[in-house]
């Protein structure tokens, strides 16, 4: 990836939606609805501000340290020692995520569609079709996002309306049965995945054109109402349509894809449905790998990060083959351990990277006005 590549505002922000809602759509409702009923969308709003407060932290940084990505300004803030210490766990999570994602997308075509084909098969291919469009760089993605998120988004508007004539009303009450206790444990589950995840986004916001820095704040929060809006309607759809099955069927969307029947002209399409959303689990795990590369090249100070695709690409595939192969466990990983790792990995650094530079520029003002 050449240091000169630049994408617009607008670009950075269909990224940025695709990271966000790319896995999250699919995986994110059923367990959403499982742990917190029909209080979900309470949960979601929850997360939402969450999500909110960690964006406002990423884009203060971006304007105290122009062109500098997340690696570039904790070495100034905290030095070089203690930049590698937290620069272990975050890389570490993060070959674990690329690995989860391709997990998920083998589990979802294991389960839904491919049950015949080995794990190997999907995911090798998978990692093949990422690593290449990784490889291509970051304006070239951003010139595919408009493309594929509107192919996706369309499909899962598609979804919502043509479920229409199966929604019941009466299925949304008792909005909270068992009291608040649910309904904040499904919003740290959701909050952890995927609105924790955005802190990586930091490492390549610098990639935005320098006329354009000005507007990338406010575009990226648009972005994030996008995401919980699209994730609100879809579980208030599972809910109205699926009722207390929402939260036992995995992958509500698809589940609501095997339901649509129009007429018996528009019929038994979840195939169609099925590939079209995993468009999203592929192109997360490009965004993130791109990411991956673009932190190891700056820890490790290289000038061409375009050699390690490949090699971490193949790292990734044999994590997501020999880890976490059962679907309970991969339950587990996503509702308790993902946010928790999120919070050490992620939010941790930039926290404590924002404190100081709050510090030191208050104590700057201070001194200031002291002359």
């Known amino acids: 990836m050449n240091k000169q590549e630049r994408v617009s505002s607008v670009q950075m922000t269909m990224l940025f939606l695709f990271f966000m809602t790319g896995s999250s759509i699919v995986i994110i409702p059923a367990p959403l609805t499982n742990v917190a009923g029909n209080g979900a969308w309470i949960s979601l709003l929850i997360a939402l501000a969450m999500g909110m407060i960690l964006l406002a932290g990423v884009l203060y940084l971006y304007r105290q340290f122009p062109n500098k990505s997340l690696i570039e300004y904790s070495r ?4 070089n020692v203690l930049t590698t210490v937290l620069l272990i766990p975050l890389t570490c999570v993060m070959f674990w ?30 990692f093949v079709t990422i690593a290449l469009t990784a ?3 970051i304006e070239v993605m951003a ?34 049965p068992d009291g608040i206790g649910p309904i904040l444990k499904a919003a740290y589950i959701v909050y952890g995945f995927p609105y924790a995840e955005l802190v990586v986004f930091s490492i390549i916001l610098p990639y935005v054109q320098q006329e354009d820095t000005s507007k990338v704040g406010k575009h990226l929060f648009l972005a994030l109402i996008v995401n919980a809006m699209t994730l609100l309607t879809s579980v208030i759809c599972s809910i109205m349509v699926l009722g207390p099955l929402s ?10 894809a095997r339901l649509i029947f129009v007429q018996e002209i528009i019929e038994r399409i979840e195939s169609v449905i099925g590939f079209s959303l995993i468009i999203g689990f592929y192109f997360k795990a490009s965004i993130l790998l791109l990411i991956l590369m673009r932190v190891l090249s700056q820890w490790l100070r290289l000038k061409n990060e375009r050699f390690l695709v490949f090699p971490v ?58 002359v």
């Not at 100034?76 to 030095?79: A, D, P, R």
């Not at 939260?247 to 609501?256: C, F, R, T, V, W």
Request: aromatic fraction near 12%; charge should be neutral; glycine fraction near 6%.
């Open 76 to 79: 100034i803030t905290l030095g």
């Open 97 to 126: 995520h690329v690995a989860g994602i391709v997990i998920e997308i083998g589990t979802f075509f294991k389960s839904t569609m491919l049950k015949e084909t080995p794990t190997y098969a999907v995911n090798s291919l998978l």
């Open 135 to 137: 490889l291509a760089g």
């Open 143 to 176: 010139r595919m996002a408009a493309v594929l998120l509107a192919l996706m988004f369309g499909f899962i508007v598609i979804i919502w309306v043509l479920v229409g004539n199966l929604f019941h009303l009466e299925y949304l009450l008792p909005v909270m």
């Open 247 to 256: 939260g036992e069927l995995k992958y509500s969307l698809y589940q609501l």
């Open 313 to 370: 690409a193949f790292i990734c595939l044999l994590l997501s083959l020999t880890t976490y192969t059962k679907e309970s466990a991969l339950e587990e990983i996503v509702n308790t351990t993902w946010p928790l790792l999120n919070n050490i990995a992620y939010i941790f650094p930039l926290l404590l990277i924002f404190i100081v530079t709050l510090i030191r520029q208050l104590s700057r003002r201070n001194k200031n006005q002291d």
